[in-house]
Each structure stands twice: as structure tokens, then as C-alpha cells.
């Protein structure tokens, strides 16, 4: 996977699934966030909140990773998550769809 | 001061204004924090209060400590910032009065 090569216009089609996907999954977040924080009664449900969104910030941080050497296994995991489908992927070449799409199912 | 004795009726003082005070701070920080989530409209917003929730967590452990050898100092702090009144600190004897408002003015 680390050997591809990513064209011109593949790398326009990967960023573009990347922003969505990220900028979906940050608007989703702001959501539940607002949602957490009206829902706050006591104390400790402050610092629930707090841990939840350290968590949420520290796996944003892991998963959308964009080095293009780690890149198809980043997609694998959104298609699996339903964060991305495989149309958000046309225009990548069939051989970097295949490997995605196949991670995706391990 | 760290040889101040405490009787069990200061004792019950003590532990009241503390807990006023530390109950309201934290329903003050509640009702910001319900505000702050509510204002977000985007992602930096979410991370700003994250580490807004940190700091003022780490505030309250530093603030908040109830070993009697230091009590007389986070006192003379709730007084200063208007946390508690002299009112709440009645039934402390007038040696622990009069160093918590002479501290509180420094």
C-alpha cells in the first residue's frame, strides 16, 4: 500500500472524501456536544462532558490521518463507519478502490 | 497558622462555608458551561471549551483543599473573590477570623 501513487487528480477526489467525511463527523460532534451540555445536572456530569470530548478530540486526531501512506486504510474505516460511500471514492484508480474496499470488510 | 487547633464545632463551620462556597462555584460553572456549548458554531469552538473545562478543573482541585493546615488560606480566597461573607465564617474563633481577613487583603 505505502508504494502507491496517488495522481494529480486522485489526490483532489481523496481530499475532497476527507473533508467531508471529517467535516460531517465535526458538525455531528458539535451536536451531541450541545446536547451533552444541556443535558448536565451535577457536577460530575461537567466533567463527563470533559473526558468525552478529550476522547472525541484525541480519536479525531488518530483516524484522520491524511499521509497518503496510510490514506486507503483512513477511507476503509470511514466506508466501513459509514462515513464515506464508495461514490465519494470515484475517481480514485480501480486498484486503490479495490484495496479500500476490501479493508473496509476486514 | 499550621498550629491552629480546631474545635468540633469549627469544625462543622468550616466544613458548611466550604461546601457553600465550592457548591456554588460549581452550579456557576454548570450554568457557563450550558452557555459556552449552546454558542458553539464550530469545531475550534468545541476544543476551546474542552480546555476551558480543564482549566477550571484544575482551578478547583488547586483551590478546593480542605486540610486544615492550609483552610485559613483558601478562606481568606473565597472571602477576597466574594465566594463567602465574614457572615459565613461566624462560630470560627476570632484568632482564625483575623487571620483569614487579614490574609484576604493581601
Known amino acids: 500500500m505505502y508504494e502507491l501513487k496517488w495522481s494529480h487528480a486522485e489526490k ?21 456536544a450541545k446536547s ?4 448536565i445536572e451535577e457536577p ?17 486526531d488518530r483516524r484522520y490521518d491524511y499521509r497518503y501512506s ?8 470511514l466506508l466501513r463507519d459509514g462515513r464515506l460511500t464508495e461514490d465519494d471514492l470515484n475517481g480514485l484508480e ?6 479500500i474496499r476490501r479493508a473496509s470488510a476486514l
Do not use: C, M, S, Y
Open 44 to 60: 460530575l456530569d461537567l466533567w463527563d462532558l470533559e473526558n468525552w470530548l478529550t476522547e472525541r478530540r484525541r480519536e479525531i
Open 36 to 39: 451533552r451540555a444541556a443535558r
Open 70 to 77: 496510510v490514506l486507503p486504510l483512513v477511507f476503509a474505516h
Open 12 to 32: 483532489i477526489v481523496a481530499r475532497r472524501a476527507f473533508d467531508k467525511a471529517l467535516g460531517e463527523e465535526l458538525e455531528a460532534l458539535i451536536r451531541e
Open 94 to 99: 480501480q486498484e486503490k478502490r479495490d484495496l
